[in-house]
């Protein structure tokens, strides 16, 4: 496997060379978890600043991830579409962690003005 892994990336596969998670550290740590209020919706986005890409350049639409806060999992989100400019997915919490979702929409929450979203808090995940 590791040699297909580097005669793609050697090749000039540019998908490989984006996504060569081999030289990336601990790619499930220190995630970032935003709300994004919209007038016709409000979602959930998770943001890695180390790499600065959100997860929809790792999971599929359908899949599943969850999040986890010292070592406790905190809530669990199903990733189902892609923003309408294409820069982010689209997360929903599933429906037994709702009353934690509607905690985060009480928090006092900090805006990133890049991500237009409120900053709620750091995680760690699983997808």
Do not use: R
């Not at 709300?35 to 979602?43: H, I, N, P, Q, Y």
């Not at 809530?75 to 934690?100: C, G, H, M, R, W």
């Amino acid at each position: 496997m590791e040699f297909i892994k580097n005669f793609l990336k050697n090749s000039g596969c540019s998908y490989c060379q984006e996504n060569d998670y081999s030289e990336i550290e601990d790619i499930n740590k220190k995630w970032c978890l935003y709300l994004k209020e919209t007038d016709m919706f409000s979602c959930l986005i998770l943001y890695n600043e180390k790499n600065q890409k959100d997860i929809s350049f790792y999971v599929n639409i359908n899949d599943k991830i969850k999040l986890f806060q010292n070592e406790k999992l905190v809530l669990e989100l199903e990733y189902i579409s892609k923003s309408n400019d294409n820069n982010y997915a689209i997360l929903v919490p599933l429906e037994e962690y709702q009353d934690y979702y509607n905690e985060l929409e009480k928090k006092n929450k900090k805006y990133d003005e890049n991500l237009k979203s409120h900053f709620v808090d750091f995680y760690d995940i699983i997808f």
